[in-house]
């Protein structure tokens, strides 16, 4: 079964600076999906960001990105020029691409402060 | 496009009682998961509708079932609730034609079992 590492319970960072999180995953197959889900306060997860694996560019969505090391299976989030909004928990998540996928395995999450 | 509604949002039972949740997908798609939450376990998959049929169970036992109708709105239902049922209790719905199709999810019903 595939697992989803994220080793930072909680960061904290300065409003306007920029953070990266962390995520580990343990799969031994070649295809799949990576996903960073956030979840406010209000606890409706919103999908920042989503990788193919087989593609070699990293995905970026405005002033998120990610730094996507298939070999090292690690799946690293960064935000930039931090806003108040951006707190929130934020979870790495993982689907196999192969018929029959079980669904996303999420992380245990990373608590992400944003001070004023 | 209305996002992807569930009812109630809240809902209090005692132990041995059943419960349906419901849940109303994005118009147009046509897969959805149900997703347990809990301080404990963190997100845990329960299961996968894609047109009417169970695509993909998780590993939960028989009390925890589901079934969607052919609008693709899903329910899922609890049978002889324990303690540690209480959970938050997200859905989620896909276009669902291939695994990697983006999940959206909805605001959750909050299950408290006492």
């Known amino acids: 079964a595939q697992t989803v590492t994220q080793s930072q319970p909680e960061m904290s960072v300065q409003e306007a600076e920029t953070v990266t999180l962390s995520c580990t995953y343990d799969t031994s197959e070649s295809d799949y999906y990576l996903f960073w889900y956030k979840q406010p306060p209000s606890r409706q997860m919103i999908l920042v960001i989503r990788q193919e694996a087989y593609k070699q560019q990293n995905a970026t969505e405005n002033r998120f990105s990610v730094n996507f090391q298939k070999a090292a299976k690690s799946f690293s989030l960064k935000i930039s020029d931090s806003q108040l909004g951006d707190a929130a928990m934020y979870f790495c998540?993982?689907?196999?691409?192969?018929?029959?996928?079980?669904?996303?395995?999420f992380g245990k999450g990373t608590h992400l402060i944003i001070q004023p | 496009k209305a996002g992807v509604t569930q009812t109630p949002r809240y809902l209090i039972k005692t132990r041995g009682q059943q419960v349906t949740l419901s849940c109303s997908p994005i118009s147009g798609h046509r897969s959805v998961s149900w997703y347990q939450q809990t301080p404990g376990q963190g997100l845990q998959f329960l299961f996968e509708?894609?047109?009417?049929?169970?695509?993909n169970k998780g590993n939960f036992p028989g009390r925890f079932s589901g079934r969607q109708f052919s609008n693709s709105r899903s329910e899922m239902n609890v049978s002889t609730l324990e303690l540690g049922d209480s959970a938050l209790y997200l859905c989620?719905?896909?276009?669902?034609?291939?695994?990697?199709?983006?999940?959206?999810f909805g605001p959750g019903t909050r299950l408290t079992v006492l």
């Open positions: 509708y894609f047109s009417e049929t169970q695509r």
């Open positions: 989620a719905s896909s276009l669902g034609a291939t695994s990697g199709d983006t999940q959206y």
């Open positions: 998540a993982y689907r196999s691409a192969g018929g029959g996928a079980d669904g996303l395995t």
